[in-house]
């Protein structure tokens, strides 16, 4: 007498799924997936906001440099791609200095500052302001106050007071 099969065990031995077995996890899976995407895309946004914020700093950095290498005033324009040329000034523009925002990331560009900033022969920063940067896909806005006469003085996000410092980046 040949053995009796047990019920849901194909002849090669190896359990089988069931249907309901199957759509669970299947559905398990594409729920596990879908929270990760959402996390993923609010923490490329944050990676985004961070390279911008770094970029724009940097740029100030550069600017202050190159004016001291160079031995004479410029200017730089933060336009929505990053620092620029001045545009319609006397001033010549900052040599050196990056052009971008460095980052693949959609980042929205918004500041005070004047058009252009100027910097003097001995690396002074002459005009301040505060720069925001946002981006869609988190409610975080990075703000970075440029104050006189050394650059920027603080990068944080805004808060109900303003721009408050970052306590955890």
């Known amino acids: 007498m040949a053995p009796k099969r047990r019920r849901g065990i194909p002849p090669g031995g190896a359990p089988a799924w069931t249907l309901p077995e199957l759509l669970l ?35 100030l950095e550069e600017a202050r440099a190159a004016a001291v290498r ?21 001033l010549p523009p900052c040599g050196g200095v990056a052009s971008g925002l460095g980052t693949d990331t959609p980042v929205e560009v918004s500041h005070n500052l004047p058009d252009p900033v100027r910097f003097s022969a001995n690396g002074l920063v002459l005009d301040g ?14 703000c970075i106050v440029v104050s006189l006469p050394l650059g920027v003085t603080r990068v944080g996000r805004e808060g109900s007071s303003g721009c408050e410092p970052e306590t955890i980046l």
């Open 129 to 142: 302001g505060t720069v925001w940067l946002r981006s869609q896909g988190t409610p975080l806005v990075r």
């Open 70 to 90: 160079e031995g004479t005033p410029c200017g730089l324009r933060l336009g929505s791609v990053g620092w620029e040329p001045p545009q319609g000034s006397a």
């Open 25 to 59: 996890t299947t559905g398990l899976v594409v729920l596990l997936a879908s929270w990760a995407g959402i996390g993923g895309a609010e923490a490329r946004a944050r990676q985004g906001l961070q390279a911008a914020s770094q970029r724009v700093v940097a740029g």
